[in-house]
Structure formats: structure tokens, C-alpha cells
């Protein structure tokens, strides 16, 4: 089926839809493919519209639009600008341009395809997004559930929503999302697009928590210490107060959220609000331990000043170690067009029922390599075990956090201590060296300092002393 050379003109009658938008509904015949050539929609407005959009597809099979012109055009109530797709498998739009589209209540300045049944195809080639709005919701220029979006020759700029300012997906990761990853953008630009609360060019599930050391407060002076994504704090004392006074939720972009205050979140659409409200941050603390527990403010939805304040009273034994997490809710999966799911260390890939999903490895058990197939049991030699983390017992050793090989410090155990920054800039493995097994070595160095080595099984441990 073809339509050419449609050119509607201004309307902006409540009731006269017939010439507002052209309605596709329930193409599903086999090898069907509807086409749309040189279509014109420009300076039209809908009202009263819940569910629609200009142009309106249904379980379509496959559509094409080619050399298509959207442009000024205003959906009052309805989802998307200019378009709206549900329930339809693939869709193509080559040398067209979407310009100043406005969905001023709902999802989609210029496109909306949402699918829920099965994975959708998005193809757009040589075409631009320009100046749309989803001035209450997502997706600035483009807002998709379940479709994977292919994304080559395109401009995607200046667009603005609340959340996902140029495109918003859900559920799926794009394939041109995972090639940008990789450093290939297929000759696309996707810039100067903005989001109030975030995911200025893309937006979608959040990606991890931040804070900042001097974010973090104690009753008394510690000593803070960074370590890939976790914080150490030595010397503590049980009961003594910690606070966190901003801890910020990162976006795909490494751009924190941003939540408006309850007075200003009254007009936001339902999915922002959905979203914002489910956020929430919480301390979890050392469950395998009995002797230790945590009271004060664990968790929170309560965002103020740039981040969410949480306090922590951890109580224990003296003289011992203990885990604290902070963590949010808001984290989920997404698979990519193949249905496969992206594995974080520390996590495990396992069948569940038809699916395929990740899941961390609990306290106790460990996993370094995403190719692990089931969780590794703590060794002996480690306090504590969870996801990726493995934190040793004093007199054991490794060389970084990425492996399982763990030596103990059999010359000098008791000065030995993994654990703490300066003890492990005082360590050093040398590997496979051609010499007999438990020879002592002492080498003099200059400004007073001694290295300590000793030899076994054709490995080095080489300790700092003072």
C-alpha cells in the first residue's frame, strides 16, 4: 500500500481527526508492507487525543517512509509528536526529516514505538531529528520500549524532554548504542539535546551510585581511602556516627540525576513519575556477621542538595572488619537485540525458565570473570566474600582486585595486611624467577630502607620494612 504526495492542511478543530492524522491499523498479512513516500504534515495540532498520534500503526508488519516531512506539528494529549508505533515489527524511515514536534503531554517529541509482545526493529538512515520536545516525558526526539533501534547517517539534535533528551529506550539496548560504546557512531551526530532530570543525548536504565569522599563525615578524623568502586575507612569506632551527605545516581552518561522538588514534579507524566518516585538508596550492612549491626537513616527517597543523605551507626567487635553496601533499587537489566544480557563482574549468567539472567554472586561467594557458569566458594584465606569483592584476612596477599591468587605472607604474616593502602604499596610479587626454593634475600637500599625477600616455589614476596 502507498499514499504519495499527502499534504494535510492546518487544523486545529477539536473533532475533525479525519484530517489530522492518517490511522494504519492491523497489517499483518504475510510479505505486507505499507509504504509512505513523500508525505508533508506540517503546522497541525491534535487535541483530545489519549492514545494517538498523527499517524497511527498497529500491529504492522513492516513500514517504510521515505522523503517525509514532519515538521511544527503539536500532539496535545496523545503519545509522540508526529508518529506513534505499538505492537509493530519493523520500521523504516530513510531521508526524512522530524523538525519542531511537540508531545506536550506523553511520551515521544517525534516518535513513540512502543512493543511489548516481541522485539521491534527501528531503522533510520540518513535522516534528522531536530528541535522536537516531550516537554512532561521521555524521549525527546525518539522514546522506544523493546525495539531495537539502528541508527546510521542521522542527525539527532537540540531535542529536550525530562528524561532521555534526544532518544529514550527501555528494555533493549540499541545496537547503535553498543557500536557508540565501541567508539563507531556510523556517521551520526547526537548532540546538544537536553534533559532535566537526565540522560541528556540518551537515557535509559541508571547505571551506578557515586559519592564523594568528602561527602563523607565521621564523629572523628579518618582516613579515607579510595579503591576502585569501594571506600575504606580505618580505625572507626563501634557506634561512632557516619554520614553521607550526598550520594548521587549516575546516568549512562556518568551525569547525576537530577530529581525536582515535590512541588514541581506535579505535571510530569506518570512513566517520570514512576521512575523518579521508585528511586530510593539504602545501607545494607554485614550479614554473615552476628556480632555486627547498623542503626540510624539506611534508606532513603529523600533527595535534597544534589544527592540522597543517609546516616549509619555501625555497632561490633573490637579489633575486627566489617562490609557496608550502599545500594539502589533502580537498576535494571537490559538485553540487546539478540536477547543477550550484558555481564558485570561479580556476576553470574544462569538459565531461568526461557530466559537467560544475571545474578550476583551473594555473601560467601565470589566471581571475578563474567565466563564464570556458577559462583565461587570464599577461601580460607578471605574475611569476606560478595559479588566481585574478596577482602583477605591480615598476613594474606594479592597482587590486585581482579585476581584469586592469593599468597601467604610467610616471612612476615603479621605485617602483611591487604587491606590497607600502605601495606599493599609495601608488597610486590615477582613471578617465575629460575632460583632454589627458601633462600632469604636482604637488599640495602639508599635513605635508610630495607627490602625483605624471601624465595619459595619460584615466587617472591617482597615486604617494606622501616
Known amino acids: 500500500m502507498s499514499m504519495d504526495n499527502i499534504q494535510p492542511l492546518s487544523n486545529n478543530n477539536k473533532h475533525q481527526f479525519a484530517i489530522n492524522f492518517i490511522s494504519i491499523t492491523s497489517f499483518t498479512i504475510q510479505n505486507n508492507q505499507v509504504t509512505?513516500?513523500?508525505?508533508?504534515?506540517?503546522?497541525?495540532?491534535?487535541?483530545?487525543?489519549?492514545?494517538?498520534?498523527?499517524?497511527?500503526?498497529?500491529?504492522?508488519?513492516?513500514?517504510?517512509?521515505?522523503?517525509?516531512i514532519f515538521q511544527d506539528n503539536i500532539n496535545s494529549d496523545g503519545y509522540g509528536g508526529a508518529i506513534q508505533l505499538i505492537e509493530t515489527q519493523k520500521v523504516q524511515i530513510y531521508y526524512s526529516h522530524f523538525i519542531s514536534n511537540k508531545c506536550l503531554q506523553k511520551?515521544?517529541?517525534?516518535?513513540?514505538?512502543?512493543?511489548?509482545?516481541?522485539?521491534?526493529?527501528?531503522?533510520?538512515?540518513?535522516?534528522?531529528?531536530?528541535?522536537?520536545?516531550?516537554?512532561?516525558s521521555t524521549g525527546g526526539a525518539i522514546n522506544?520500549?523493546?525495539?531495537?533501534?539502528?541508527?546510521?547517517?542521522?542527525?539527532?539534535?537540540?531535542?529536550?524532554?525530562?528524561?532521555?533528551?534526544?532518544?529514550?529506550?527501555?528494555?533493549?539496548?540499541?545496537?547503535?548504542?553498543?557500536?557508540?560504546?565501541?567508539?563507531?557512531?556510523?556517521?551520526?551526530?547526537?548532540?546538544?539535546?537536553?534533559?532535566?532530570?537526565?540522560?541528556?543525548?540518551?537515557?535509559?536504565?541508571?547505571?551506578?551510585?557515586?559519592?564523594?569522599?568528602?561527602?563523607?563525615?565521621?564523629?572523628?578524623?579518618?582516613?579515607?581511602?579510595?579503591?576502585?568502586?569501594?571506600?575504606?575507612?580505618?580505625?572507626?569506632?563501634?557506634?561512632?556516627q557516619i554520614i553521607f551527605q550526598k550520594i548521587q545516581v549516575i546516568d549512562e552518561e556518568g551525569t547525576p540525576v537530577y530529581i525536582p522538588s515535590i512541588q514541581n514534579q506535579n505535571n510530569l507524566s506518570d512513566d517520570v513519575l514512576l521512575i523518579i518516585r521508585?528511586?530510593?538508596?539504602?545501607?545494607?550492612?554485614?550479614?554473615?556477621?552476628?556480632?555486627?549491626?547498623?542503626?540510624?537513616?539506611?534508606?532513603?527517597?529523600?533527595?535534597?542538595?544534589?544527592?540522597?543523605?543517609?546516616?549509619?551507626?555501625?555497632?561490633?567487635?573490637?579489633?575486627?572488619t566489617m562490609i557496608m553496601k550502599i545500594r539502589s533499587n533502580v537498576f535494571p537489566q537490559l538485553v540487546d537485540s539478540n536477547n543477550n544480557i550484558q555481564i558485570n563482574q561479580g556476576q553470574i549468567q544462569k538459565q531461568f525458565s526461557n530466559s537467560i539472567i544475571c545474578e550476583s554472586c551473594p555473601e560467601g561467594k565470589y566471581s571475578l570473570d563474567i565466563l564464570d557458569g556458577e559462583c565461587k566458594k570464599c577461601p580460607d584465606s578471605a574475611e569476606y566474600c560478595s559479588g566481585s569483592k574478596i577482602q583477605l584476612k591480615n598476613g594474606y596477599w594479592r597482587s590486585n582486585e581482579f585476581t584469586d591468587e592469593i599468597i601467604y605472607c610467610n616471612y612476615n604474616p603479621d605485617v602483611c595486611q591487604p587491606q590497607s593502602n600502605q601495606s599493599k604499596d609495601n608488597y610486590f610479587l615477582i613471578r617465575n624467577i629460575d632460583s632454589p626454593p627458601n633462600i632469604k634475600i636482604n637488599i640495602n637500599l639508599n635513605h635508610n630502607t630495607n627490602l625483605n625477600a624471601n624465595v619459595n616455589s619460584n615466587q617472591i614476596l617482597i615486604s617494606k620494612t622501616f
Open 36 to 68: 509512505l513516500d513523500y508525505i508533508t504534515l506540517k503546522l497541525n495540532k491534535l487535541n483530545q487525543n489519549t492514545f494517538s498520534s498523527f499517524i497511527q500503526v498497529n500491529q504492522c508488519n513492516d513500514i517504510t517512509l521515505t522523503e517525509c
Open 107 to 136: 511520551n515521544g517529541g517525534a516518535i513513540n514505538f512502543i512493543n511489548t509482545q516481541y522485539l521491534g526493529t527501528l531503522d533510520i538512515n540518513f535522516s534528522a531529528f531536530i528541535v522536537n520536545q516531550a516537554i512532561l
Open 278 to 320: 521508585q528511586i530510593n538508596i539504602e545501607i545494607t550492612c554485614d550479614q554473615l556477621n552476628i556480632q555486627i549491626k547498623c542503626v540510624g537513616n539506611l534508606k532513603s527517597s529523600d533527595y535534597q542538595n544534589g544527592g540522597f543523605y543517609l546516616t549509619v551507626q555501625p555497632m561490633y567487635k573490637p579489633l575486627s
Open 144 to 240: 522506544i520500549s523493546k525495539v531495537n533501534l539502528i541508527l546510521k547517517n542521522s542527525q539527532i539534535e537540540s531535542n529536550k524532554a525530562q528524561i532521555g533528551g534526544g532518544i529514550y529506550y527501555q528494555s533493549i539496548i540499541p545496537d547503535f548504542v553498543l557500536l557508540l560504546q565501541k567508539g563507531i557512531n556510523q556517521n551520526n551526530t547526537i548532540q546538544n539535546n537536553y534533559a532535566s532530570i537526565y540522560g541528556k543525548n540518551l537515557g535509559s536504565t541508571l547505571r551506578k551510585i557515586q559519592i564523594s569522599q568528602k561527602d563523607i563525615s565521621i564523629q572523628s578524623s579518618h582516613n579515607i581511602n579510595q579503591k576502585q568502586n569501594s571506600l575504606e575507612v580505618e580505625g572507626i569506632q563501634s557506634g561512632e
